[in-house]
């Protein structure tokens, strides 16, 4: 199972503070790197337009895991309890 992080600040309920990463990363084995804004949703399925890009290229992927690597460490990110 892969890890899953999420921004907290997503939740805050002031608007002033709350922020949203609409895209969705996902990096493969340090070699691929998914890039989309598709929601697991039917509307993502459905209805709406979305759009990504996959790409098999080892330096953009490890780049994409360590900048997620600094965010964890900092505690912009968190790992989603139960998944991972």
Not at 64 to 71: A, C, K, N, T, V
């Amino acid at each position: 199972m892969p890890e899953v992080f999420y921004d907290p600040r997503s939740l805050s309920k002031e608007n002033a503070s709350r922020i949203c990463l609409h895209a969705k990363c996902v990096v493969v084995d340090d070699k691929q790197l998914l890039v989309t804004s598709a929601n697991f949703t039917e509307a993502a399925h459905q209805r709406n337009i979305e759009a990504g890009v996959l790409l098999s290229d080892a330096v953009a992927a490890k780049s994409m895991r360590s900048q997620f690597e600094r965010l964890v460490k900092r505690k912009v990110l968190c790992r989603v309890p139960g998944i991972g």
